[in-house]
């Protein structure tokens, strides 16, 4: 919970922001994905999800930070996050991150209520059909 605590931290002060990027939400039957357009030099803090997802980088170039270290992606790149996973990203050229919910829910407040836990906490809360079936 170390890099939790210091993302926070950077957060608070300034240090990580979301506001340069540029969101746009598409839905589909069943399906929400969420695509985020990161300027270069840019870095944020992504929030803690509940459930597997898609994860799909189809522009730049960007290292990725977790408490397991970094790695550097570049596009075209595609991956699963597990449940419980938190990054903080820098982006060393523009980059266009999307990742892929599904849900029938178009409410964007209520998505995120659905998939976004608050802190650490919140994820123990989780059945273990979500867990096992991330892991499949």
């Avoid at 449940?83 to 029938?104: N, Q």
């Amino acid at each position: 919970f170390a890099l939790q605590d210091m993302m926070q931290e950077a957060l608070e002060c300034g240090l990580f922001q979301e506001d340069k990027c540029t969101r746009r939400d598409v839905f589909a039957p069943g399906l929400y994905a969420r695509e985020l357009t990161i300027p270069a030099g840019t870095m944020i803090v992504g929030k803690i999800h509940k459930h597997a997802h898609v994860n799909n980088i189809s522009k730049g170039r960007i290292v990725v930070f977790t408490e397991f270290g970094s790695e550097t992606l570049v596009a075209p790149c595609q991956f699963v996050s597990l449940p419980g996973t938190k990054r903080a990203v820098y982006a060393e050229t523009e980059t266009i991150w999307t990742t892929y919910h599904p849900t029938e829910e178009t409410d964007l407040e209520k998505i995120e209520s659905d998939v976004i836990a608050k802190n650490y906490t919140d994820l123990e809360t989780l059945s273990y059909i979500d867990i096992k079936g991330a892991i499949q």
